[in-house]
């Protein structure tokens, strides 16, 4: 009878190695980090907050921590990764010494919380300048989604309340910038609110929107170049007059709640108005159509604003609501762009969806729990959470390519972060040496080598 050794080869472990570096692919954000100028900008930020003969910059403690949340840490305590690791992360501060920091910026209130975005706002635009072609304003218009976020709260942590959906935690409103197909998408701001805040309140729709256009260069501050896009949350008279007041003026595409009025105005649409929706390839999509609205729907709404809807089949064990009609699933949204056909400005509106998945990635990325009691001090994680995505961003749109560049967090740290490697001096410079035999180290020497030839910050 063969005697069976296992699935798994058998090793003997023990501590004693030299020049092992762990999460070695964090070497990227490192660089990014460097290349962008964020650490300079968050340390002149920061520098009202810093110590007389503090060892520790502060605004290297926050970085630190929101690398940590980008390599998958969900803790302050868990910056002990980078501690661990100076040859990579430099000198990090104690635990006692993070938290008091946190602690600081939180009694700083609204002035800590400017002078990151401040810095988040400049480097943001240095690291549009250096991606050139790759940056999502390339095409002359920025997409902005707005869409909220149910974070759970398994205690009694300040302005945790019961949620809509009967659970328990903060409903903070999120703003992102969409990168396209070709890319992810990064934050610009967040409204950290009670988890009983409503959906569609305008006043919060306004908040997050004043607190997003700073974050953009400042030819898009206002202006048709930049789209607002929102679910029907958004659909509130008070955010689009908000949205096309004077000087301002900006693009939107909201989703609009079907009311009876929509709906008897969808009954009267005739059949040959009705045009095919599309898909993003140009080709027809199947089941879909879409019709413009007119008429006393439009009356008391912004000057200019277009009402388009769409029916589709359902899909498969959907169940139809009281608004649909004819058997056919019916949504619909508000817009301002003119000259663009129906069928496409349908298309952009549905691509909005986008924003799920960087909701998904910013629960990946700190934001399934908010880790500390107080508001004050919860905002500043959210503002940490926001810089780990910031870098999660960047970090591919300068220096991945093709596929790769819309790889989520999770498989980011899988497969480029947790590789592991070698750090060696010799020549008086210092050298990481990844694995040989990781797949994905081809791809990890690469995007290094591509940062590399971007120009330092000025």
Not at 310 to 315: G, T
Request: aromatic share 6%; proline share 6%.
């Amino acid at each position: 009878m063969k005697k069976r050794s296992g699935s798994y080869p058998r090793v003997q472990v023990q501590g004693g190695g030299r020049g092992v570096v762990s999460q070695a692919g964090g070497v990227l954000l490192v660089e990014t980090v460097r290349r962008t100028g964020l650490d300079t900008a968050l340390s002149v930020a920061l520098e009202p907050w810093r110590k007389p003969r503090a060892v520790h910059d502060p605004g290297k403690i926050l970085l630190d921590l929101a690398l940590t949340v980008a390599l998958g840490g969900d803790c302050l305590a868990d910056v002990a990764m980078l501690r661990a690791e100076p040859g990579v992360f430099g000198a990090v501060a104690s635990d006692p010494t993070v938290s008091r920091l946190v602690d600081t910026l939180a009694l700083a209130g609204p002035r800590a919380l400017t002078a990151i975005r401040r810095a988040r706002a400049e480097v943001r635009e240095r690291a549009w300048t250096l991606a050139g072609d790759a940056a999502p304003n390339a095409g002359g218009e920025v997409v902005v989604d707005i869409d909220g976020v149910l974070v759970l709260a398994h205690s009694e942590k300040q302005d945790a309340t019961a949620t809509w959906k009967k659970t328990f935690g903060h409903h903070p409103l999120i703003a992102f910038v969409d990168h396209g197909r070709e890319g992810s998408g990064e934050p610009v701001a967040g409204l950290l609110r009670p988890g009983n805040a409503g959906s569609n309140t305008a006043s919060d729709h306004i908040t997050i929107a004043r607190k997003a256009l700073p974050q953009l260069p400042k030819q898009h501050w206002r202006g048709r170049r930049t789209l607002i896009r929102t679910d029907s949350a958004g659909g509130t008279h008070n955010f689009l007059n908000w949205l096309t007041a004077r000087g301002r003026w900006l693009s939107y595409s909201v989703g609009m709640v079907i009311t009876d009025a929509i709906h008897q105005a969808v009954l009267l649409v005739p059949a040959s108005a009705w045009t095919p929706a599309i898909e993003p390839d140009g080709n027809v999509r199947d089941g879909a159509w879409v019709a413009e609205l007119a008429g006393d729907v439009l009356k008391g709404w912004p000057k200019g604003m277009r009402l388009i809807v769409r029916k589709e089949r359902p899909h498969p064990g959907a169940q139809l609501r009281i608004t649909d009609a004819d058997g056919m699933r019916i949504t619909c949204f508000a817009t301002n762009t003119t000259s663009t056909p129906i069928a496409a400005l349908e298309l952009r509106h549905r691509q909005r969806a986008r924003a799920e998945d960087r909701i998904r990635a910013a629960r990946d990325t700190g934001l399934r729990n908010l880790p500390l009691h107080d508001t004050a001090q919860n905002r500043i994680c959210l503002e940490i959470v926001q810089l780990a995505q910031d870098l999660l961003a960047w970090m591919p749109m300068l220096a991945l390519t093709g596929e790769t560049r819309r790889w989520e967090p999770k498989r980011l740290r899988l497969r480029l972060f947790s590789a592991a490697g070698q750090l060696v001096t010799t020549g008086r410079r210092r050298w990481l040496r990844l694995a040989h035999h990781w797949p994905w180290t081809q791809i990890i020497t690469a995007a290094f080598e591509r940062l590399q030839t971007l120009p330092n910050p000025g």
